[in-house]
């Protein structure tokens, strides 16, 4: 059980277009789920908490209008890339806050490559 | 704010050997969660082990143990009989107990361990 997915797994676009990535929590409801940015060989970091039917919280120095945050059901939260160009090429990885709290599950994560 | 330290960047360790993983932390909350996840080249995340603050034992599960230093705020790994799949970026976490932040954690720089044969 716990199962978190991510899709695309990879994607590959267009410097100015958008991309979208979805985290479904497969086999359980989440409320909260995060979205991570993480570079080759380094740490993830916090992008933004995501809140079944609010508005996402975003970490400090992360742009809103750039990264949106959707959560608009228990199971699915998205993040859309507007206006994407190479500096936003790196691996995004969701998490979902099981019922205790205090697990957080993770999705396989997404490569997203702007040209 | 709470800050998560790994000074240890690269391991290295032959097979069936123990390796120990180094981590401190930095917070005023008295209430809060320890982990040590683990992300093999596949990238995913996978949970190696928690500590809860409150408890003073430390918590194992097979091969791997934390050695957790509440006052000292360090929080060790220790991989005993390492095996090939071990290799690994391993990273120390921390998530508060609570609050408005719960769920949300704070990652260290990351120690990537490599087991030879």
């Known amino acids: 059980g716990a199962v978190v997915s991510q899709h695309p797994s990879w994607v590959i676009c267009k410097s100015g277009t958008s991309v979208k990535i979805e985290c479904r929590s497969l086999d359980f409801q989440a409320t909260t789920m995060f979205w991570y940015r993480q570079f080759p060989k380094q740490s993830l970091m916090l992008m933004a908490t995501s809140n079944e039917g609010s508005k996402a919280t975003y970490e400090q120095g992360v742009e809103k209008d750039k990264f949106l945050i959707n959560h608009a059901s228990l199971t699915l939260s998205t993040l859309t890339v507007t206006s994407a160009h190479p500096e936003d090429s790196s691996f995004y990885i969701c998490?979902?806050?099981?019922?205790?709290?205090?697990?957080?599950?993770f999705g396989p994560g997404t490569r997203l490559t702007v040209t | 704010a709470q800050t998560v330290t790994q000074s240890q960047p690269e391991m290295s360790v032959q097979e069936a050997e123990t390796v120990t993983l180094s981590c401190t932390y930095d917070t005023s909350e008295n209430n809060y969660y320890l982990f040590w996840y683990k992300q093999p080249p596949s990238r995913q995340m996978i949970l190696v082990i928690r500590?809860?603050?409150?408890?003073?034992q430390n918590a194992t599960e097979n091969r791997f143990s934390v050695n957790f230093q509440k006052a000292a705020k360090s929080f060790s790994l220790k991989i005993s009989d390492s095996q090939l799949g071990d290799t690994a970026m391993y990273f120390c976490?921390?998530?508060?107990?609570?609050?408005?932040?719960?769920?949300?954690?704070?990652f260290g720089q990351g120690t990537i361990l490599t087991v030879h044969p």
């Open positions: 500590q809860e603050a409150y408890k003073q």
């Open positions: 998490s979902a806050t099981g019922p205790y709290g205090y697990e957080q599950y």
């Open positions: 976490a921390f998530m508060r107990g609570g609050g408005t932040s719960y769920g949300k954690l704070t």
